[in-house]
């Protein structure tokens, strides 16, 4: 044990050594028995986000007179470029006018309601927070309202929301929020946790009949890493850090979480908890369930946690996990200690070509059987294909107009690929030199043995790139009348293509039934992949111009798509969550035994519903509209 116990006491020793050559000596210094150290704080970020539309305020899409399309601001690699094809690609795949003319102003911001009062409750918060920390600027109450569903950003443009939060609180500590929650629970209000607020699943919205004073508890301004283990590889850090904020003050270190759902920007540590999140370099570094190995929660009945991290135990029912995909039934998430991995030693990306979707998923399917599998693998359909073309700019000079009519005539003549059936997968290759050159070479040859063809890495980076720009996407056809939203499921391989085809069959009749303008947009990939199984990433919109209820339709429209998944096999969310917008589904998931055990434990943890999103069915069916009140 002395031998083992002077060996780690050296490996803590270089660890350190060498953080502290790169980046001066951390403070405290650890003791010899203690292989931890704490981080400097970090300053705040400036970056502004939209109050009415996604991402940051700098950013979003605009048509431009020429008919053309821009990306404002410098964030990405398609901003500030002039795209001439993004349009009329969509109106022709949505066989509707949709151009600079035709603009479907927004109203933001809509009216608002009235926050509801409560002096003594105010008073008690003011004891031990800032004057800072509170607020009820309608503005503010009405972003912590909503989540990034198509039907909530409609309403906040075009309508209205009926209920929103009546007091919005940023906490800076753990013990703030234990002393917030137990204020709350005294003065009978109600708790909502708000992370990034970039859920797809009606989370935030509050029931109409929640007679409550509503409290909107924004993480973010408890974003620090409170220490970092580099020779055990964990990190402890406060639940309100975002996706970005990890990637870059982590990387200081030399490590990474290794986490990139499509939402790294603005998502949370804590929302990825509470809705169980997955990334899309998972097949390397895991879910979020894969990479919390602790977390404290603060709960009405007190705090849950732990008071060390091991490997892995065997000590009973443990009732951290109740916390993953919680959505802010039980309590709010504070702290979580991670796994760290080193920053890979070599990234690097690429693209294959495949005569089909078909193909493609075979070849996906072959890839992971082989045990190669890189950190991002995803392969995009035909409709998803020519989006990437789409978004695209205008190439200017001969070299480059004569290499992409090179490039077209190698995929479509020499390899005989039918440009309007052809799929296309991308590739994030991480690790060591060595394992990078292995994965390489097993994907290559799996995909010429399935046909495929090279498409180069710039393809493949800027496929991948291309994620976190697509998202203002779904704002610009809001603002040309058309409106579009993703889903998700997880399906057993051989039953992936079939669903897929169904999906997309049934979207089709519904659209026509429902008497819909236009054709029905609809595209899909397949995305992270496990041994049993495959995800799949769906887009669906339509044009709305002229139609009653856009977001009701949109709401049939993708309810009947969720039927034909879990009748075909697929699950009712792979990443996304339930939230409201799902809970209709979740006795076709559940026994009931199983909906009564979440309820009981809901009950045991919050009896008297201080944290009362009502997400997951846990408290009933409730009503988010008078319409949906009245029936």
Known sequence: MAKQSGLMRRLGNVALNEVSERFGSPSPTPSSGDTRFTPPTPAASKDEESLEGWGFADTRFVV??????????????????????????FAGKLASPLGYDNRNEPHYPPEIPAAKKNDKLVAALREFLKE??????????????????????????????????????????????????????????????????????????????????????????????????PVNRMACIEAGATGRHLMEELAKFGFTMG??????????????????????????????????LDMQVVTPQGIVERPRQAPRESVGVNPRQYMFGSEGNFGIVT???????????????????????????????????????????????????????ALKPAKHGLAAKVKSELEKAVVTKLKGFDPY????????????????????????????EHGGMKGGGANGERGYQLTF?????????????????????????????????????????????????????????????????????????????????????????????????????????????????????????YSEAALTLNRKVKAAIDPDNVFGASNCGINGPVALTPDEEAH
């Open 64 to 89: 431009k007179p020429d008919g053309s399309t821009v990306l404002t601001g410098t964030r990405y690699n398609i901003s500030n470029v002039a795209l001439p094809d993004l349009m009329p690609w």
């Open 132 to 229: 800072e920390q509170l607020t009820d600027d309608p503005k503010q109450r009405l972003r912590r309202g909503h989540g990034h569903t198509g039907g909530e950003i409609w309403a906040i443009r075009y309508g209205k929301l009926d209920r929103v939060p009546d007091l919005v609180i940023f906490p800076r500590s753990h013990d703030e929020v234990v002393r917030l929650v137990e204020v709350a629970t005294q003065h009978g209000a109600c708790v909502i946790p708000f992370g990034g607020g970039t859920n797809v699943t009606e989370a935030l919205r509050i029931p109409l009949s929640e007679e409550r004073l509503v409290i909107a508890v924004d993480m973010r301004q408890m974003n620090r890493i409170l220490w970092v283990d």
């Open 259 to 292: 986490h990139e759902p499509d939402s790294l920007e603005f998502s949370t540590l804590g929302g990825w908890i509470a809705t169980n999140a997955s990334g899309m370099k998972k097949n390397r570094y895991g879910n979020i369930e894969d990479l919390v």
């Open 335 to 389: 702290t979580a200690v991670v796994k760290l991995f080193p920053l890979p030693e070599v990234q690097r990306y690429g693209s294959v070509i495949f005569p089909d979707l078909e193909t493609g998923l075979s070849f996906l399917y072959a890839l992971q059987q082989s045990g190669a599998v890189p950190a991002s693998v995803r392969v995009m359909d035909n409709t998803q294909f020519h989006f990437g073309q």
């Open 421 to 448: 059936k052809l799929a296309v997968a991308t590739l994030v290759f991480e690790g060591s030199r060595e394992e990078v050159a292995f994965q390489e070479k097993t994907v290559y040859r799996i995909a010429s």
């Open 469 to 589: 720009g697509i998202a203002y996407i779904r704002d610009l056809t809001f603002e040309h009348w058309a409106i579009a939203e993703s889903f998700e499921t997880s399906v057993p391989w051989s039953r992936a293509m079939d669903l897929y085809e169904r999906v997309q069959r049934r979207v089709e009749k519904e659209h026509a039934a429902l008497g819909l303008p236009g054709k029905v947009f609809f595209t899909g990939r397949f995305t992270q992949v496990y041994q049993t199984g495959v995800v799949i990433y769906f887009y669906l919109g339509f044009y709305a111009r002229g139609v009653s209820d856009p977001v009701g339709a949109y709401a049939a429209l993708e309810h009947a798509a969720r039927e034909e998944i879990l009748a075909a096999g697929g699950s009712l969310s792979h990443h996304h969550g339930v939230g409201k917008i799902r809970r209709d589904f979740l006795p076709e998931v």
